[in-house]
């Protein structure tokens, strides 16, 4: 079956770190991979997503690749801020329909000052 | 950007009444609605989908009667718990889904804590 294994938490960084969350997947087909961040009190916000092998998603200094050899997605920021204190998640949609989002237990940030 | 709204952001229940939370998308129309279920330190689980004017489709395990969605408008969705047990008191979440031709978005409401007493 589909599935999302991510790194546990808490991350606790100080500012001006890098940051390195993985994730890593299993799934039938071609899925398409995201990473969503949950503020505090917020919804869940699409960070960046890739559709495709080798596909480099971007976004706020985030960068994710999809390694489809290491069925891999990790998340990577070369240097974070406290604003970037969050709970992270991967998430998988199966190949042939965005309709079923499939999500990884959460990764919480902490970044201090 | 696209909005979702929940209400209430909390409720607090004794075993055996029913509680209702609604979802709202605020500034655009979603044909698709989903809820989900996400327990302490786990992953968000999908519960059902629900698309304006017709059943929601559930997953596998999740119990159709007890819980009840609606999705009467193009903006609002509702999720009904019936006869709510401590065992339901979880985070429920919603999203609306965006699809256009150049565009598939999910967008996620903040989500209601559901204690069960």
């Known amino acids: 079956g589909n599935s999302v294994t991510q790194m546990e938490g808490p991350v606790t960084l100080s500012e001006e770190a890098f940051l390195t969350i993985n994730c890593t997947y299993t799934?039938?087909?071609?899925?398409?991979l995201f990473w969503y961040v949950q503020y505090p009190g917020e919804g869940l916000q699409l960070l960046l997503k890739?559709?495709?092998?080798?596909d480099k998603g971007s976004n706020k200094g985030f960068e994710a690749t999809y390694r489809k050899e290491t069925t891999s997605f990790h998340l990577e920021k070369g240097s974070v801020q406290v604003s970037d204190s969050a709970v992270y998640f991967c998430?998988?949609?199966?190949?042939?329909?965005?309709?079923?989002?499939?999500f990884g237990a959460g990764t919480r940030l902490a970044v201090h000052p | 950007g696209a909005v979702v709204s929940q209400h209430p952001s909390w409720v607090i229940c004794k075993s055996g009444t029913s509680v209702k939370i609604e979802c709202r998308s605020l500034d655009f129309q979603a044909t698709t609605m989903f809820w989900y279920r996400q327990f302490p330190k786990q992953s968000l689980m999908l519960m059902a989908t629900s698309n304006e004017g017709s059943k929601a489709t559930y997953e596998q395990g999740v119990e159709k009667d007890k819980f009840l969605i609606n999705h009467a408008s193009l903006t609002l969705s509702t999720l009904t718990v019936t006869s709510a047990h401590p065992e339901d008191s979880s985070f429920y979440i919603c999203?609306?889904?965006?699809?256009?031709?150049?565009?598939?978005?999910?967008?996620f409401g903040p989500g209601t804590r559901l204690t069960v007493l």
């Open positions: 799934a039938t087909g071609y899925p398409s």
């Open positions: 890739a559709t495709k092998a080798d």
């Open positions: 999203s609306a889904r965006v699809a256009g031709i150049s565009t598939d978005t999910q967008y």
């Open positions: 998430a998988l949609a199966p190949s042939g329909g965005y309709n079923k989002l499939i």
